[in-house]
């Protein structure tokens, strides 16, 4: 859960950055938001070219061969969902949607992020020392914890939304 816990370390610093040089957390967060997807692009083809976090065995046409297995290429699933379909959607949401609030881009990245974490680990496999969760075949900490996140994100969103109408 390396992208989470640093998710966590991120907020804290932003946070106490924020306050001592007197700008709107969220205003911070905003600016980040576009080009954090674009990052974690380059992040997953570095973990696909590295055989890093692969994916489950499959027998799909298009899988690749990781350490005598056919796998998923989750990685690049990963970096298609959770980089650049991302991105896509928030350049287009900055673009067409006018007097942005603060935090609206930090808050809606959030919750595609969540959402497309939680999509791409159905191919990814689970954490080696976690596994599956409640005795499952399907979820995962990673499912977990991102549908959690997307879920706060979209409560902070609405709050945001309702809070300036």
Not at 40 to 66: A, C, H, K, S
Not at 96 to 102: G, H, I, S, T, Y
Not at 130 to 141: A, D, E, K, Q, S
């Amino acid at each position: 859960m390396s992208y989470h816990g640093a998710l966590i370390g991120f907020l804290i610093s932003s946070y106490l950055f924020a306050k001592k040089y007197k700008f709107k957390m969220l205003f911070l967060l905003d600016i980040v938001a576009i080009s954090v997807p674009i990052g974690y692009i380059f992040g997953r083809i570095g973990n696909f070219l590295n055989q890093e976090l692969v994916g489950r065995i499959t027998d799909v046409p298009w899988g690749i061969y990781v350490h005598g297995a056919l796998r998923h290429p989750s990685q690049l699933y990963e970096a298609f969902l959770e980089g650049f379909l991302t991105f896509i959607i928030l350049l287009s949401y900055k673009k067409f949607k006018r007097n942005l609030l603060n935090g609206e881009l930090a808050m809606l990245y959030g919750i595609l992020y969540g959402v497309m974490r939680t999509i791409a680990e159905e191919w990814r496999e689970p954490d080696i020392q976690l596994g599956f969760l409640m005795n499952t075949t399907w979820l995962t900490m990673g499912m977990l914890i991102s549908f959690l996140f997307a879920l706060i994100c979209t409560g902070v969103y609405i709050l945001i939304i309702y809070n300036h109408n």
